[in-house]
């Protein structure tokens, strides 16, 4: 897993969360990719390719022994890229490498992903997923068979010719990383699939229609919360029951206060008498929401207090912010952690 980079689209949230373990519903992102790789028995070990604060990810994680995998982790001494990152990571192995980038969540099958690169005896297999815009993604162009033609990383708008891109998952056989450059950075994206193309070797796509999301960016992080809580993606915590209001066991929420679902409201928040949360509202753990404030569309990290009559729409917020009276908080609006906003202000 390609766990290193910045999340600098995501700031100021990563500034002390890295991207891979952002909450989602209060879940470190991770865990969602891990679930899928647990359903892979041949998946005998995974490797958390790190750069940016790896020790809060491994504190996480440990050895995998929770999660029920191996956990091995590779620190870089500096961003090696992302192909870089995959020879640095993969110097040991012998046996074909599922390679996921650390910021996409998806149902795809995977077993289904080996089996097609093996009957194929394929080089690289990537899965490539249909999006409405292709240009923050790497354009993919496929022949009939299914054998990649073309990879163009980040198109102008004017060098669109299809709909499928790099979802970000690929299967490579560890005999093509010696074409990796050693200790200096080099794009998996730019530099080795291109030249996968030049020499003709057998290179696969295997188009996956089901859902995709790269949560890198605030807009995206917000709606893979909205997408799990309406069901159109299916996982945790509102895989048996999409469309309704989850609140944890040990979460208060007063008589008086109007709770509209769907939405999160997670253990040890409190939300007052004549407070209201609107749909597609995620409260985090120890999160005070105040009498009569507003939440709505909204994420909230943990131990955030949104104090009487204050409104929050649209917005994510980090942990332990403080919205202050009356003060209102309102479309698109991303605060790091600690940030405090003074009553009546607004933003
Ligand atoms: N270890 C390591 N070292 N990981 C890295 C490095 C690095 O130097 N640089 C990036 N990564 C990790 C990031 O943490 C992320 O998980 C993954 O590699 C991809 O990097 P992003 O920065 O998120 O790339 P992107 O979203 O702009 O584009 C990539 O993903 C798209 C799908 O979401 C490309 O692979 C596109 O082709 C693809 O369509
Ligand atoms: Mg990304």
Redesign the pocket.
Known sequence: M????K?TRLRPLTIHTP??IVPIFERPFLHYQLDLLKQVPEIDEVIL???YQPRRIEEIFGDGSDAGLNIRYVV?PA????A??VRY?GESLHESVVVF????LTNVDLAAVLRLHRERKAKATIVLTPVDNPT???LVETDAQGNITRFL??PKADEITCDT????IYVLEPDTFDRIPKDE?WS??RSFFPSLIERGETFVAYVDRGYWI?I?TPEKYTQVHRDIMDGRCVAPPFATAPGSTVIAPGARVEDGAVIEGPCYIEEGAVVKAGAHIGPYSVIGRQCHIEEHATIERSILWASTRVCQDAVVRRSILGRHCHIGRNASVEDGVVLGDKSVLTDFSRL
Do not use: M, R
């Open positions: 390609l766990a290193g980079g999340g991207k891979p390719s790190l750069n870089e961003p090696l890229g992302t870089g990152a990571a980038n650390g910021d996409v923050a993604y790497g990383e980040k891109i790099n979802a970000g950075p998996i994206e790269d890198g």
